[in-house]
Every structure is written in structure tokens, then in C-alpha cells.
């Protein structure tokens, strides 16, 4: 059994954070995870428990592939708790795949930074385990270096996600803020227009009035 422990601060608020874990995959930085389909979500006490399937390509070699069997695409059941008040997200994945040889049960929480304000703190656990293969030490290890080399992608792919977000919301500003301008001139330019055809309007019917004055 191999532990793998790591701790890691984002410079982003827990909020923000927390909503782009949502919106992690797929992504560009770690393609090997293919996607996520949400099995079962309900709010139980104002938190919101998630079941989700979470399916990718683990790329073993092939010999380890030989011992526990191939698998073009593997599963791994998500079960997630996110709350609001307390500020903590907190996400359980147990592998379905190759279950009956390797277990890798990763555990990872997101909460506000406990020192730095405008910070959030992400820890992460793995326990793996291979049993009734050969070799079970070295595919411990290697199964360990893969999640670490995950993890790394999986931090990069929050801040590519963020930067989106925040790229996604300047767009929306900017455009609002164009249309808005674009409605002014319209209001004011028909407005001008108003004033000028009733101004018109004025003059020809003074005219009108004055001629038909007698003279005294």
C-alpha cells in the first residue's frame, strides 16, 4: 500500500475555486480524463451531495495490462459534498475499473486558506493498493506517479478554467456595455430627430398662424 499526501494554495477565493473544480473536464491540460456523468445530486441540510462517473484512460503499459486485464476507458465513482456555509468542498473517488486488483481511493478537499485571506487551500490524499498480481510494489509505484503527475495537471487545469471564466465575464461586460451604448445613441438619436421634426412642425405652423392675422 503506497500513501501519497500533497497540499497546495490557490490565489483565488474559495468561491471561485470551487466552481471551476465543477468545470474542470475535460480540458486541454489533462486529456486523459474523458469526461463526467452525474449519477444521482440532491441538497440534504443545505449541502449538496453529488454522485458523479468519472471515466478516462489510465495509459498502463502493456505488460501491467497482461496481468490485470485491458481496458480502453476506466470508471471511477465520485461522491462529493459541497458546503456553503463552511466553505468546504470535499470530493471521495474510488476507482471501478480493475477493482479486483488495484484500489485507488484519492480523497480531496477544497476550503478557505486558513492564514491568507482570498486564498483557498487544496489538500489531497491517495491510498493505493495492488493485491493478487505480481509485482504489486513496483505498479504501487507507478500507479502513485501517475496520480501526482495528475494532480499537477488537475491544479493547471483549475487555473485554466478560472482564467476562462474570468475571460467569459469581461466578454460579457464588454458586450453589455456596447449594446448599451449602442441603445443610447439610438434613444438620443431619435430623440434628436423628435425635437427637430416638432421643431419644424412649430415654425411651419406659426407661419401659417401669422399670416392669417388681420391687420389692424
Not at 486523459?32 to 454522485?51: F, M, P, S, Y
Request: glycine share 6%; aromatic share 8%.
Amino acid at each position: 500500500m503506497k500513501i501519497w499526501t500533497s497540499e497546495y494554495t490557490f490565489n483565488h477565493p474559495w468561491e471561485t475555486v470551487a466552481q471551476a473544480a465543477w468545470r474542470k473536464y475535460p480540458n486541454p491540460m489533462n486529456p486523459a480524463v474523458l469526461g463526467t456523468d452525474v449519477v444521482d445530486r440532491k441538497v440534504i441540510d443545505g449541502n449538496l451531495h453529488t454522485h458523479r462517473l468519472v471515466s478516462s484512460k489510465w495509459g498502463l503499459p502493456k505488460w501491467v495490462q497482461t496481468l490485470i486485464g485491458p481496458a480502453n476507458i476506466c470508471y471511477a465513482s465520485e461522491h462529493s459534498i459541497v458546503n456553503p456555509k463552511t466553505k468546504s468542498m470535499t470530493l471521495k473517488t474510488t476507482n471501478v475499473t480493475f477493482g479486483k486488483f488495484v484500489a485507488v481511493d484519492e480523497l480531496v478537499k477544497y476550503e478557505p486558506h486558513p492564514e491568507e485571506a482570498g486564498k483557498t487551500l487544496l489538500k489531497q490524499e491517495a491510498v493505493i493498493t495492488v493485491q493478487g498480481v505480481p509485482l504489486n510494489s513496483y505498479m504501487e509505484d507507478l500507479l502513485t506517479s501517475t496520480i501526482m503527475l495528475n494532480a499537477n495537471k488537475g491544479r493547471q487545469a483549475i487555473e485554466w478554467v478560472i482564467d476562462k471564466i474570468n475571460t467569459d465575464v469581461m466578454e460579457i461586460k464588454a458586450n453589455a456595455a456596447d449594446g448599451l451604448k449602442r441603445s443610447i445613441g439610438g434613444i438620443t438619436s431619435h430623440a434628436r430627430k423628435s425635437v427637430d421634426e416638432f421643431s419644424t412642425a412649430a415654425k411651419i405652423s406659426f407661419s401659417s398662424t401669422s399670416t392669417k392675422i388681420p391687420e389692424v
